[in-house]
């Protein structure tokens, strides 16, 4: 009997020492290792990230009093190639520590004090009064609010969005040799200053052209494939089409001619305007110069504060859900959020959540309004 109980015991010892062996690879549950995380962080962190946490440039993301199940989370996404894209090779170094190594500098990272924020948390992102103020060059030529006075010049106000974002400033920026002064203008705006300009022209109500000339109605039967595209009075439904009721009539047949002549490209544009004779585009822009503009159908972005309030569901629950395990988003560099958020709009980096949020983020001055919200606010 005895040396039966003492079979069991045995059994019973080697079975536990078993459970309490530690998987290769994986992480200790014991407390990090501050001291030994903190040499690791000199020597493999801090040229990024510094000793402090804080990044050493802007888009670097800051990490401390980061919630250090997030952090591992996040360095695991990078050994699994999910987010290669975004850092390049810096984040290769991760793969040079062992699992213990990885968690003492993290662990050091966490339990750093907050970075001081000095930022004015009571700014508030507006994008009509933003884009307002970045589109005081364009009032220039354009009018103020996008109406122009002066003969030859398109109007902007109650333009779509999407058009003048995806198409307009496309050709401006690009075309530095055929209209210089635009491309000067143009030079030097994020693609979040572009939205804002956008939905401020968008906005504002349109006036017509200053002046008209000729007989309207000669035109219309020679615009039959315009209005396809463009609406039946020039002012479609289409974001990606430009409305044309009421604009300056020597503009729209400068412009129609360059389609023509193939200055401009736009495939569908060179075959509906193939064969028209000068007079018959000059009658197509008295045309839709005579109509009167309608206000489109825009309703901008939501109110920044409000979407706030729905990142917050996730963000503000720090490491009490791991089952929705978000990182702090409170005093974080503005350009690292900036590039996250547009990387999981974008589908560059693997989050299923994310990339549902985020799909709605269309204008990039959204994102742009979120990061300046969150790098504003105070760490904790």
Known sequence: ????????????????????????????????????????????????????????????????????????????????GKRAGSSGNAMSVAQELNPD?????????????????LADTNAQYSYYD???????????????????????????AGQHPQYFIKTATRIYQEGASSMPA????????????????????????????????????????????CIKCHGATGSGNETGTPNLAGQDAKYL???IKAYRDKVREHAPMHQALSGLKDKEI????????AEQPAQIAFTPPEPIVDLAQKCDRCHSLGD?????????????????LIKAMTAYRDGDRGNSAM??????MYFDATIEGIATYYSAQAAK
């Open 130 to 156: 933003r884009g307002e103020a970045l589109s005081q060059p364009c009032a220039r030529c354009h009018g103020v609010g996008g109406n122009p006075t002066a003969t030859g010049l398109p109007r902007l």
């Open 320 to 336: 009490t859900n791991p089952e929705m395990l978000a990182p702090k988003l409170n005093g974080q560099n503005h350009g690292y």
């Open 355 to 360: 990339h549902k949020i985020s799909a709605g």
């Open 282 to 289: 000059e009658k197509i822009a008295v045309f839709f110069a």
């Open 1 to 80: 009997m005895n040396k039966y109980v003492a079979g069991i015991s045995l059994l019973l010892a080697l079975l536990t020492g078993c459970s309490e062996k530690q998987e290769p690879g994986a992480i200790s549950q014991s407390p990090p290792d501050i001291v030994a995380g903190k040499a690791l962080a000199q020597t493999k962190c801090a040229g990024c990230h510094g000793m402090d946490g804080r990044g050493v440039k802007d888009g670097i993301p800051s990490l401390a009093a980061q919630v250090e199940s997030y952090l591992l989370k996040a360095i695991q996404t990078y050994d699994h």
């Open 253 to 255: 047949g400068t412009i």
């Open 182 to 225: 635009m491309h000067e203008a143009l030079t030097g705006l994020s693609r979040a200053d572009l939205s804002n300009i956008a939905i401020y022209f968008a906005l504002n109500k349109p006036q017509p052209a200053p002046s008209k000339a000729g007989n309207p109605y000669e035109g219309k039967q020679f615009a039959n494939d």
């Open 101 to 117: 190594q990885l968690r003492n500098v993290l662990g050091y990272y966490a339990n750093l004090p907050p970075v001081p924020n």
